[in-house]
T-cell receptor
Framework: QVQLVQSGAEVKKPGASVKVSCKAS????????IHWVRQAPGQGLEWMGS??????????AQKFQGRVAMTRDTSTSTVYMELKSLTSKDTAVYYC???FGAGGFYYFDSWGQGTLVTVSS | DIQMTQSPLSLSASVGDRVTFTCRAS??????LNWYQQRPGKAPTLLIY???SMQSGVPSRFSGSGSGTDFTLTINSLQPEDFATYYC?????????FGPGTRLDI
């Protein structure tokens, strides 16, 4: 079955960077893009960007451009999301999700379990 | 960028009720609209894609409709496990924005 397993919780100081991993299994890794979505405490879902595992092409939300880097390692079927220059506003649960497409429509059919990133001095 | 709005933002209902949520896009998105359910402390799960197509394994009491800018999610005969937050999301263009969510409470 399709599984996305994320790395564990992180505590970072303001100004630092965090790198969250998302390991995929149960399907052909290069066939589907992976998206990153975050959720601040008590808030809604916020789309951050995506990566195409085949060529490594990324599409980042303008809000995060210059601060986020999404990479992949096809040998381990793992996608990484690095967020730099952290502030307290980046405290959130970060999710990865598989973008499945059928008939031209795309949707997130599988999600990781989430990674809590806490930014605190 | 396409902005997504949802109404109501919260709703109280009882087991057995029928409820309808609304999602509106700031510009036409054809049928590129997905619905997700999120229970507290859990990752979201896909309910409906392409506005009205049910994801495999989702109970038939869930249904979606709409196209263009206005969409609805209906739950017939609410069950205890349905009390959660529901998000719509557009996949028409990047950024793939979500609505603010509708919280369904008992």
């Amino acid at each position: 079955q399709v599984q996305l397993v994320q790395s564990g919780a992180e505590v970072k100081k303001p100004g630092a960077s965090v790198k969250v991993s998302c390991k995929a299994s149960g399907y052909t890794f290069t066939s589907y893009s992976i998206h990153w979505v975050r959720q601040a405490p008590g808030q809604g879902l916020e789309w951050m960007g995506s990566i195409n595992p085949t060529g490594g092409y990324t599409d980042d939300a303008q809000k995060f451009q210059g601060r986020v880097a999404m990479t992949r390692d096809t040998s381990t079927s793992t996608v990484y999301m690095e967020l730099k220059s952290l502030t307290s506003k980046d405290t959130a649960v970060y999710y990865c999700a598989r973008d499945f497409g059928a008939g031209g429509f795309y949707y997130f059919d599988s999600w990781g379990q989430g990674t809590l990133v806490t930014v605190s001095s | 960028d396409i902005q997504m709005t949802q109404s109501p933002l919260s709703l109280s209902a009882s087991v057995g009720d029928r409820v309808t949520f609304t999602c509106r896009a700031s510009q036409t998105i054809s049928s590129y609209l997905n619905w997700y359910q999120q229970r507290p402390g859990k990752a979201p799960t896909l309910l409906i894609y392409a506005a009205s197509s049910m994801q495999s394994g989702v109970p038939s009491r869930f249904s979606g409709s709409g196209s263009g800018t206005d969409f609805t999610l209906t739950i017939n005969s609410l069950q205890p496990e349905d009390f959660a937050t529901y998000y719509c999301q557009q996949s028409y263009s990047s950024p793939h924005s979500f609505g603010p969510g509708t919280r369904l409470d008992i």
